[in-house]
């Protein structure tokens, strides 16, 4: 879509097709993750001091699990957002009920219902393994894009909104970690001893720096489900034995973000497109894992008119709708199974990340009036009347 300074923000469209619901979102570079109710007016917020959120999403009776890092005044070209994520669980007050840092965490978690979470972190993975993974740029182009410091600045302005580790040297992949509410490990799974240095290059448009670069980390039934931008490929493994039971990408995608599964089964996935041949599409596509087929697809009817290259996400509602995320623009709409848009809010926040501007969202979660994760809240609307007049939400 693009973003222009004289657009319509707020809610631009709604019919009754759509899903009723509250929609969660934090709009990257500000101190807030906001809920907003239907007509798209915040109804409700999570602040903490001296966090800045990235991402959040809600558990039972109105709580928030959300990543995000302390507030640094400046933050280096090439740094993702500062060092690595750390992560909160707010009650609907905003009260810290849980907050653990990790040295490497960073992007995505998934709370198990034994209380438990699993975390995305980083590792370093070893020599020999980075010498056997095909792709990335070219070593001589890679050396004469880093010499400029006009150019990396321009390349990298805005990019990342995941942790990275700033005392973190090496060749990075993936550890999924699941770690109990006091803190303790009690399972990891490696990404570097399960991928395919040889089947599951990294994009030959990529600097070589990581090899999978996880994004998404979602749960069913004892299955987790994976997305590794870097190598484009999403994957299934059994969280009891570690074995990965699917793999599927490559060229079908490309830097996707946001892999979740649906109450049947099959695999939703934000297709950014960025690194597809010739031009980047970006789509949003559900597959059968069982059949390796894609089974439906969102493309706007006005080509390249949905575009995000880094971030953006999707989640299937329960009434077989689609909630996209266009996450660079920040734009958030509905889609039904015929790929007609029935809601669409554009972001009206433009915040400050990375020395620029920006008005992005990582990914947004929408909950129904009657879901557990609303059980027994308690709306203030007044409170949040100055704020949508302000942003030209009321």
């Known amino acids: 879509m693009g973003w222009s300074e004289f657009r319509n923000t707020g809610l631009t469209h709604v019919d009754d097709r759509s899903s009723e619901g509250y929609t969660c979102l934090t709009p990257v570079g500000g101190d807030h993750i906001y809920l907003l109710d239907h007509k798209g007016r915040i109804c409700h917020g999570w602040s903490h001091p001296g966090f800045v959120p990235g991402y959040g999403f809600m558990l039972s009776g109105g709580r ?3 990543r995000g890092q302390p507030h ?33 965490f960073h992007h995505d978690m998934f709370r198990l219902e034994n209380g438990n979470t699993l975390l995305i972190t980083w590792q370093v993975a070893g020599e020999e393994i980075k010498n056997q993974i095909k792709g990335w740029i070219d ?29 973190m040297s090496g060749y990075l992949s993936d550890q999924i970690v699941e770690l ?16 395919d240095p040889e089947a599951d290059p990294t994009c030959s448009r990529e600097f070589r720096h990581e090899w999978t670069h996880c994004n998404s980390v979602d749960y069913k039934d004892g299955k987790v489900l994976l997305s590794f931008r870097e190598c484009s490929r999403l994957v299934i493994l059994d969280w009891d034995t570690g074995e990965l039971e699917w793999k599927w990408g490559g060229y079908e995608l490309s830097h996707q973000h946001d892999a979740s599964f649906t109450e049947k089964g099959t695999v939703l996935v934000f297709d950014n497109g960025v690194h597809h041949p010739v031009v980047p599409h970006t789509r949003v596509l559900e597959i059968d894992p069982a059949t390796d087929k894609i089974i439906w697809q969102y493309m706007p009817k006005v080509v390249f008119s949905l575009h995000s290259g880094h971030i953006g ?8 709708n689609t909630l996209i995320i266009e996450g660079q623009s920040g734009r958030v709409f509905e889609v039904t199974p015929e790929n ?27 909950y129904g009036p009657e879901s557990p994760e609303l059980a027994g809240v308690k709306f203030e609307s007044e409170k949040w009347r100055e704020l949508n007049s302000r942003m030209g939400l009321a």
């Open 64 to 66: 928030l699990l959300v």
């Open 72 to 104: 640094q005044e400046k933050v280096a070209a090439g740094m993702s957002a500062g060092g690595a994520d750390i992560i909160l669980e707010l009650d609907w007050e905003g009260k810290v009920l849980w907050r653990y840092e990790h040295p490497s």
């Open 139 to 167: 070593e001589n182009e890679n050396s004469y894009r880093w010499s400029s410091e006009e150019h990396i600045n321009f390349m990298m302005a805005g990019l990342g909104v995941g942790g990275r580790p700033r005392d």
């Open 180 to 195: 109990t509410p006091e803190g303790e490990v009690v399972k990891f799974w490696n990404a570097w001893e399960h991928m």
């Open 313 to 320: 996400g999707c989640q299937r509602l329960e009434n077989g």
């Open 340 to 366: 007609e848009t029935c809601w669409e809010w554009i972001s009206p926040f433009v915040l400050p990340f990375k020395n620029v501007h920006c008005s992005m969202i990582f990914k947004a979660r929408r």
